[in-house]
């Protein structure tokens, strides 16, 4: 059965960062990519940023330059270093792991609360 965990949301202030980390298991295919998305209350879940299996990562727009992703790929864990944040910043963070084959998964999210 495959699993995925967030850890790392909190409460931070404007200005302040968060290391957000997320670790994937169970699954006997390899991971094609990870990334994280949220969702602010009345909104969408919205992409924020994913990184494939060679490195390469993409970014939503509203987060380039203050937030970065990485990846231990020996330990199918994803991280999010989030600097500089902001209000708006404030959603329910979650971690999707994609895996060769087409099949993707969710974590439960992790809270992200910025104050101003």
């Known amino acids: 059965q495959v699993q995925v965990a967030e850890s790392g949301g909190g409460l931070v202030q404007s200005g302040g960062s968060l290391r957000l980390s997320c670790a994937a298991s169970?699954?006997?295919?390899?991971?094609?990519?990870m990334g994280w998305y949220r969702q602010a209350p009345g909104k969408q879940r919205e992409f924020v940023a994913t990184?494939?299996?060679?490195?390469?990562?993409n970014y939503a727009d509203s987060v380039k330059g203050r937030f970065t992703i990485s990846r231990h790929s020996a330990e199918n864990t994803v991280y999010l270093q989030m600097n500089s944040l902001k209000p708006e910043d404030t959603a329910v963070y979650y971690c999707h792991v994609g895996y060769v084959g087409g099949l993707g998964y969710w974590g439960q999210g992790t809270q992200v609360t910025v104050s101003s």
């Open positions: 169970g699954s006997i295919f390899s991971i094609s990519f």
């Open positions: 990184i494939t299996s060679g490195g390469a990562p």
